[in-house]
C-alpha cells in the first residue's frame, strides 16, 4: 500500500511540475535590426556596423564589424548591454581577423536610444610576446621586465603602463532600428 501511494504521489508531483507550474520557455532574442554609424577618434573616421538584438527585460546583445578600422583590417566584436532609461550601456570585446590572433581589446559603448548617437572607449588590455617559450604558463603571462630572452618582443597596450584608452564618438548614419518603447 505504501509504495502504491509513493507512486501515486511522484506521478502527481511530476504532472503538477510539468504542467502546473506554468514555466515558460526561455525567450529567443529579437533581431531589432542593423546599426550604422559613423565613427571617428583621433586616429580617423571610420564605419561600425553592428546587429541588435533584445534578450529580453532590460537586456540586450550586440553582434558587428569595422570593415575599415584606422590601423588596418577588419575587426569584429560582440557583447552585450542594459538599457538604463535611455541610455544603452554595453561592454564589447573586440579583435583584428587580420592580425593573426595578436591583438585583441575591450569596448565601452554607450548609445542614446532616442537619436542612436553614442561614445566608446577602446582598451587593450593584453600583453603579447610573439615567440611561445616554455617557462610561461600562459600567452598573458610575461618575465619580469627586463629579462626576456633575446628575440623576445614585449607589445604592451596596458592602460597602467600608460596608454590611454582610445575614446571615440558615434553618429548613427544609417536607420535607426526599431527599438522598444522608442
Not at 53 to 72: F, H, L, T
Request: hydrophobic share 35%; with cysteine.
Amino acid at each position: 500500500m505504501k509504495r502504491k501511494s509513493l507512486s501515486i504521489f511522484l506521478m502527481a508531483a511530476t504532472m503538477f511540475m510539468i504542467l502546473g507550474l506554468g514555466v515558460s520557455a526561455p525567450e529567443a532574442s529579437t533581431y531589432l535590426g542593423e546599426v550604422t554609424w559613423k565613427a571617428a577618434n583621433a586616429d580617423g573616421q571610420f564605419t561600425i556596423k553592428a546587429g541588435l538584438s533584445k534578450i529580453g527585460g532590460n537586456y540586450y546583445e550586440i553582434v558587428g564589424q569595422c570593415p575599415n578600422p584606422p590601423g588596418g583590417g577588419r575587426v569584429i566584436f560582440s557583447g552585450g548591454g542594459v538599457l538604463v532609461n535611455t541610455t544603452l550601456f554595453a561592454t564589447l570585446t573586440l579583435t583584428n581577423v587580420n592580425s593573426n590572433g595578436k591583438w585583441v581589446g575591450v569596448m565601452r559603448v554607450t548609445i542614446n536610444t532616442t537619436t542612436f548617437n553614442g561614445n566608446f572607449w577602446t582598451a587593450e588590455p593584453i600583453v603579447y610576446i610573439p615567440n611561445g617559450d616554455d617557462r610561461l604558463t600562459s600567452w598573458s603571462d610575461p618575465f619580469p621586465q627586463g629579462t626576456y630572452p633575446q628575440g623576445y618582443i614585449l607589445e604592451s597596450h596596458l592602460y597602467s603602463l600608460g596608454n590611454a584608452p582610445t575614446t571615440g564618438t558615434l553618429r548613427l548614419s544609417g536607420p535607426k532600428p526599431d527599438f522598444p518603447g522608442q
